[in-house]
DNA sequence: TATTGTTATACTCTATAACTATA
DNA sequence: TATAGTTATAGAGTATAACAATA
């Protein structure tokens, strides 16, 4: 099929998506609830609105699903005095040990996602996901 | 942030439709009525179940993608008298109209979404992703 | 029995606007 | 006034199951 670039990345996208989202079922969360675990805990604890911009999501997605994570006990909402505004989100124990576990999962499912490929042609195609992804 | 290829690829295939969508407001459809012209039409007539396939979506998605495009003059729905189960669409002359337009629109698109890269690249792009998200 | 298309339904995701509390 | 977070809502996307017509 003649497919567009945008076509393929928009198809490989929603299947990275329902991949992970399938490998993910018995642990209860989503993809975007790992992703708001991944960034809170890399950051060493993130604002909302920080979140928000790292996942390219609107505040209120971002509202629900620290939501979930705070009632699964993985995150804590904690206010800060300098800005009582912000709430910063940070992982409880709880949350650091099922990130360990999901981040070898995420791997898994990566290398599963491009099972064609080669070390190098990986590699390659990290790079420039990240550039045309990011930014 | 450290990203992995599965979280690149979902943010660069949301990127990809919300892109190609916003360009194709005028037009009065979406992407997935775009592929579905396209692919009907490169076809010469496609069966519903086919164009399923081809997009990755359920047959009911197909169903209601069809029906969209048939409200609007873009394609018809034949019977086969070979199967009378299947029903193959095809293009009306304003659907090929369309889709010529919309074949230029979509060629813009994939460069913006890639602005950041060189021809060689994205040459590489376009063939690794090839690999990831088909098949 | 199996397949094509269809309908119905429920859930997730996306997008927007309005509100609150703080600054 | 502007910003962080929240709530509410509507529309689009996704997933499933059940059904009719046909093979």
């Known amino acids: 099929m003649d497919a567009g670039l945008g076509f393929l990345l928009a198809r490989g996208g929603g299947r990275a998506i329902r991949t992970f989202n399938r490998a993910l079922q018995p642990f209860g969360v989503r993809s975007r609830h790992y992703m708001v675990l991944l960034v809170a805990i890399q950051a060493g604890g993130c604002s909302q609105r920080d979140l928000g911009v790292a996942l390219d999501v609107d505040p209120s997605v971002v509202v629900s699903l620290v939501d979930d994570l705070e009632r699964e006990g993985l995150v804590r909402r904690e206010t800060r005095p300098a800005d009582r505004r912000t709430r910063l989100v940070t992982a409880t124990p709880a ?41």
Chains 1, 2 share one sequence.
């Open 95 to 135: 949350g650091l040990d099922l990130l360990d576990r999901l981040r070898a999962l995420s791997q898994r499912v990566d290398h599963e996602l491009t099972a064609g490929l080669d070390a190098d042609e990986r590699a390659t195609l990290l790079s420039l996901l990240r550039r045309v992804a990011l930014g």
